[in-house]
C-alpha cells in the first residue's frame, strides 16, 4: 500500500470523496443518497486517507476526536428531533423553512439537520474503528 | 378549586425543592442552614392543616392532574383521614427533623448532600400516602426504598453501613416487587387503578377467587416495608444510618408505609379469615420477638430500634384484629407512636451527640448535666410505657378495651400485648432513665446541654405527647377519629379521655405497669438472660440474608462460566447453529417449504456476467491460501451483489452495500493485521466440514427464506401510502429517505444512537486489549521507513 503513486494521490482522492459525500447527503431527499451513505464515503475517503498517510494525519485532519464527531451528530439529531417542541408539534414532526439565497429559493428542514446528524455519527464511529486498528503498539 | 388543586401539587413539590437548594443553602449558611431549609416542609404542614377541619366533617380532598391521557394515567392524589394524619406527620417531624439535623451534622462535610437525601425522602413519602393511582403509590413507594438505602449507607466509607444499606435495599425493594404483583391483581380483579375508586369495590375484591394470592402478595410488600417478622432483620441494621435518619424515617415515618398500606386496604380486603388469621399472627410474633430483642440489646438505638419493630407489629396486629375498638386503638397508637419514638430517637442521638457513645452500661449520672434532655426523654417515655397524662395512655386504654374478651383468641392476644407492652416498659425507662441516674460515668465527651436546633424537636414532639392527651377531645375530632373513619371505611367516634374510667383495661394497664416495672428492676439480669437465650437460638434470618446472597453471587458466577467460557469459536458457532435452525426447521415442519421458482427465460447477457462475478469471488473465498485474500474475495462477491441491487432497481441499497462492502475489506483486513493471527487456516478435517456443513444450512434457510417471503401476496398499502404521501407530506421525492428521516425518524435515531455507542464500545475494546500503559504508534509510513 505504500506506493508512491498511492501516497500522491490519496490526498486528491480524499478530498473528492468528502466532496462526493456532501453532495450525496445533500441530494439524499430527492435523490438517491443521504446521510447515512454520505457517512460511509466520508469514512471510506477517511480510511484512503489513513491507509496512505497514517493515523496521526488523519486525526490532524480530523481536528476533533472522531467518537466526540459521533457524539455530536447524534446531539445533533436529537436536537432536531425536539426542534418541534417549540411549535407544539409531536416529537420528530418535520419543520421546513424557504429563505431566498441570492435569488433562489433554498428549503431548509429540520429533518435535513436530522440527516446531517446521521452523517456525522457514521462518519465518527467508523472513523473511530478504523483508526484503533490502525494504530499499533509500541513493542 | 383550583387554587387549592395547584397548592397542594406545590405542596407535595416542595420538598424536591428543599433537595435541589439543600447543599448551595448548606454551603453558604453552614449549619444554621436548617433554619431556613425547614421553611419547606413547614410550608407543606401547614398547608395540609388547612384541610383538617374539612376532613374532619367526613369530606375527602381529592386533586391532580391529567399526565398521559392515551394511556389513563394521572398524577392524583386523594386526602381522608388517614392520608392527611401521615402527611401530617411527615411534613410535622420532618421540620423538626430538618432542624435537629443541622444541629446533629454541624460541620460533617456532607451535610448538604444528607438534606438532599432527606428531602427526597419527605417528598417520596408524602408521595405515598397522598397517591391516588396503583402506578403513582408504587413509584413513590420505591422510591422511599431507594432513598433510604442512600440514607443508611450515608456514612458510606463504613462497611457496616453500605452493607446496612444494601440489606434495606434488597429486602423492602424485593418486597416491593411483590407488592407490584399484587396491586395488579388487585386492578385485575377489580377493574379500577385507583384507591378512592377501590374502596368502593371491596366486596368484588373478597369474593374473587384470587383473593388469597393478591393478599399474599400484598402482605409481602407491607411485611418487608414495616420490619415483620421474619423480615424484621433490616431494621436494627439500618441503625447505621446518622440518627436522624432513625428517628424520622425508621421510627416515625418509612416504616410505617406497611402498616398504612394495610389500614388503607382494611376497607378493601380486610374482614375475611384470612386477614384475620396473618396479620394478628404475624403482628402478635413481631410484638413479642421484638420487645425480647429489645431487652437484650445494650445500645441505645438498637434498643429502640426493636421496640419500634415490636411497635410495628402491636400495629399491624390491631389493624387485623377486626374489632371496631382495634381499628380505633391502631389509630390512636399510629400517633402516639410517631410522638414519642421520634422524640426518643432524637433523645438518644443527644447522649451519643454529648457523651460520644450509646452504650448502656458506658452511661450514666448524666442528670446533672442535662436536665432539659432527662425531661424531654421522661415525657416520651412516659407516652411509651402508656402512662397517664400522656397520649400513650389513651391509646394503651384503646388497645386493651379492645382486644380483652372472653374467648381464647381474645384471651392469647391480650396477654401477648401485656406481655409486648411491659418489656416494651421497661425498654423505655431503661433507655430514658438509666442513663441519667447513678453516679456520672467518665465518658469520651464531657457532657453538657445539647443546642438548641438538638433539643427543640424533640421538646415540641415530647410536649404534643402531652397536649394531644390533655385536650382530647379535640385530637380525636380532628385527627384520631378521621383515621378510624378512613380505616374502617366508615363512621368512627373515638371518645377515650385521660378520665378515670374503671375497668377491665385500666386493670390490664396496671398488671403492664406492675410487670414493667419488675423488668426494669431486674433490668441487667434480664439483659443478660436475653443474651444466653439468643445465643442458643442460633444464628438469625440476619445470617440467612448473608447466605442467600453470596450464594446468588457465586450462583451467578457459575452460570456465567458456563454460559461465557471466553471462545469465541463457540460464541459464534452457537449463533450459527440457532440462526440455521431457527430457518430450517419451521418450514420443515409446518410444510411451508418455497416452491421451486421457474428459471427465468430472458437473463441478458450482463446480468450473467454479473453473477460469475460473484461465483467468482466465492470460489476465491473457498480456495484462498490465506486470510487477506479470502476477505478481499469476500469483498468481490459483494460488489457483485451491490451490482445485482443496482440493475434491479434499488439504487440507494446498492450504493450503501458498496460502501458497506468496501468498509468490511477494509477494516476486517485490519483486524486480521492487528490479531496477529497465522495468516493460514489449520483447522482439522473434521471441523472444517462441520463448519462448511453449518455454512451451508444458513445460506439454505435464508435463500429459502426470501423465496418464500417473495412468494407471498404482496400487500401495497405501505407502499401506496408512502408513495402518495412522501412528496406532500415530507417534501421528499426520495421515498427510501423520506422514510429512514422523516416518516421512521425516531428509529434511525435510535439506530444511530446505536452505532454511536458500538463505536464506543469497539474502541474500548481495542484500548483494553492494546492496555493504558503501552503507547500506540501512530502506523504512519514515514515512521515505518525511518525504523526500516
Redesign the interface.
Known sequence: M?TLIF?TVAPFLTALMLLFSVF?LLR??????????GG??A??GM?VYG???????VRRALFFH??SI??A??LL??MA?LLSIFFAVP??T?L?IYPKLFGVEV?L?S?LL??I??YL??L???T???L???????E | MADVTALTFLALCLPLAGAVVAPFVIRVFGANGAWLLAIAPLLAFLHFLRFVPVIARGEVVAGGYVWVPSYNLSFSWFLDGLSLAFALLITGIGTLIVLYAGGYLRGHKDQGRFFSFIFLFMGAMLGVVVSDSFLMFFIFWELTSITSFLLIGFDHEREAARRAALQALVVTGGGGLFLLAGLLLLWNMSGVTQMSLLIGSGDVVRESPFYLAALILVLVGAFTKSAQFPFHFWLPNAMEAPTPVSAYLHSATMVKAGVYLLMRLNPIMGATPAWEILLPFFGGLTLVVGAALAIGQTDLKLKLAYTTVSSLGLLVLLVGFGSEYAVEAAALYLVAHSLFKGALFMVAGMIDHETGTRDITGLGGLMRAMPLTLAIALAAAFSMAGLPPFFGFLAKEEIYAALAGGDIRALTFTSITVFGNALMFAVAFVVALKPFLGRPVETLKHPHEAPVLLWLGPAILAVLGLFTAVFSSFTHAALSSPIAAAIRGGPAEIDISLAPHIGLPLALSVLTVLLGIGVYWQFTRARLLMAVLLRSAGRGPDHGFDLAVSGLVRLAGRITRFTQPGRLDIYVTCTFVCVAAILLVPPIVYGELPRLPAWPADVRFHEWAVFLIAAVGLAGVLIARDRLTAIVSLGIQGFAVSIIFLLFGA??LS??QF??E??SV??LA??MT?LRLVSADRRPPGRRIFDGTLALGCGLGFTLLLMRATQMPFNDTLTAFFNTYSKSI?????V???I???FR??D??GE??V??V???A??AL??IR??TE???????????EAEG
Open positions: 505504500n501516497r450525496v439524499g431527499h430527492n435523490e438517491p443518497g443521504g446521510g447515512f451513505i460511509l464515503i469514512a471510506s480510511a491507509i496512505a498517510r497514517g493515523v496521526s494525519a472522531p467518537l459521533a457524539g451528530g447524534l439529531s436529537t428531533g416529537f420528530m418535520g421546513w428549503p428542514s429533518v436530522f440527516d446528524g446521521v455519527v457514521v465518527g464511529a467508523i473511530s474503528i478504523a484503533a486498528l490502525e494504530e499499533r503498539e509500541v | 439504487p440507494d450504493f450503501t460502501m458497506v468496501t468498509l477494509v477494516i485490519l483486524v492487528r415530507a417534501h421528499g421525492a426520495n427510501v429517505n423520506v429512514i428521516v422523516d425518524g425516531t434511525t435515531l444511530i444512537a452505532v454511536a458500538a463505536g464506543l469497539i474502541l481495542i484500548r492494546s492496555g503501552r503507547k500506540l504508534a501512530a502506523n504512519d509510513p514515514d515512521s515505518i
